[in-house]
Nanobody, 116 residues
């Protein structure tokens, strides 16, 4: 059974940091490019960052470039998103999925709230 479980979200002040995790199971994680997405209240889900299967290439949305870092540990079937210098506009539910999104069942997400 394919499963994605996101964790690590929380409430943080502007300028703070969080590290999100995405634990994958039920499919050959090490062979798949993966992405992080986010959805703010009242908005459509948007792509945030992606990483190739062997971490050769990572790409970021302009809105997070220079602040977020995507990584993965194929031995643990886990992907990460290190988020630094968080801004209120980063507030959203964060999800992981395959490279283009939607190829795998969506997880429950993890909520990130940036507020003073």
């Amino acid at each position: 059974q394919v499963q994605l479980v996101e964790s690590g979200g929380g409430l943080v002040q502007p300028g703070g940091s969080l590290r999100l995790s995405c634990a994958a199971s039920g499919f050959p994680f090490s062979t798949k490019g993966m992405s992080w997405f986010r959805q703010a209240p009242g908005k459509e889900r948007e792509w945030v960052a992606k990483i190739t299967s062997r971490s050769i290439t990572s790409t970021y949305a302009d809105s997070v470039k220079g602040r977020f870092t995507i990584s993965r540990d194929n031995a643990k079937s886990t992907m990460y998103l290190q988020m630094n210098d968080l801004k209120p506009e980063d507030t959203a539910e964060y999800y992981c999925n395959d490279y283009t999104g939607g190829g795998l069942p969506w997880g429950q997400g993890t909520q990130v709230t940036v507020s003073s």
